[in-house]
């Protein structure tokens, strides 16, 4: 992680869980980090926590403005960005048939369309800069695969967009000969607030069978994302799965 020593590594989605411990992570290697989210005073309060560089900037991933304002910022303040961690992520429980479209939509915007529009932002500002960077999906299980399960609703199809992008990107990346990686990083279940933010655990029944649940911390997935973060130049892990051990 020596490389990565003072240069700048965004984050979205920094305000709890999985990205605030990736922020905490890079921070504790020495990054200067942009936390992004709409709760901005949470990174806040981390960056207070951490006295270390972390820069909170409020953003809704899934508003093009707002991620085009976000960047501008970044390149005013801080360009070169070396490593963008596209980690913002919902889920909305309902099935298929009952669904709302509102919630289809708003689950792509964040997970697919928030990440390929902060991915072209950063990525043309490494290649402007002719950083070799490095660009991480936080991706699911859900990307590779559909639990069988109800009322998992778009989330499983957007995460497998996820899977997709990670692809096209390395694709466009190599067809221009960049040096830039792409990451996908799939964890399994993972101890969050994005169970109960998102409303999958408003049920008793709900509440108790994840409960039963092995589980992953999110700083075991901030370790994960470091161990890629990690590896030398020449060596790319394109795809990486964490998971609690017990896991069904
Ligand atoms: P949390 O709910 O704890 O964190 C989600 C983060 O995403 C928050 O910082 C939130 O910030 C941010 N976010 C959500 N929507 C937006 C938006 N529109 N604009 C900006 N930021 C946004 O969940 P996790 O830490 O669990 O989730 C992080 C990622 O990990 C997600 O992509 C999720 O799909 C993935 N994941 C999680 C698993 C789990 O079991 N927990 C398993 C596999 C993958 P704010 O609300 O302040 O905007």
Redesign the pocket.
Known sequence: MERWRDKVAVV?????????AIAEELVGHGCIVVG????KE?VEELSRKLKGKLYAVK????KEEDILDAFKWIRQNLSPIHILVN?????KPANLIEGDVEDFKSVFD??VL?LTIATKEAVKDMIKHNVDGHVVH?????GHYVAKVPNLNVYPAS?HAVTALTETLRNDLNSIGSKIKVTSV?????E????A??GYLSSNEAMDYWQSLPKLQ?KDVASAVTYVLGTPPHVQVTELTVRPVGEM
């Not at 953003?59 to 899934?62: P, T």
């Not at 936080?138 to 859900?142: E, G, K, R, T, W």
């Open positions: 979205t989605g920094a305000s709890s869980g999985i990205g605030a992004i989210a709409r709760r949470r953003a809704d991933v899934s980690n913002a992520g919902i889920g964040t997970n928030g936080i991706n699911s299980v859900l995460k799939s964890p399994g279940l993972v969050t607030e994005i169970f933010v998102n999110s």
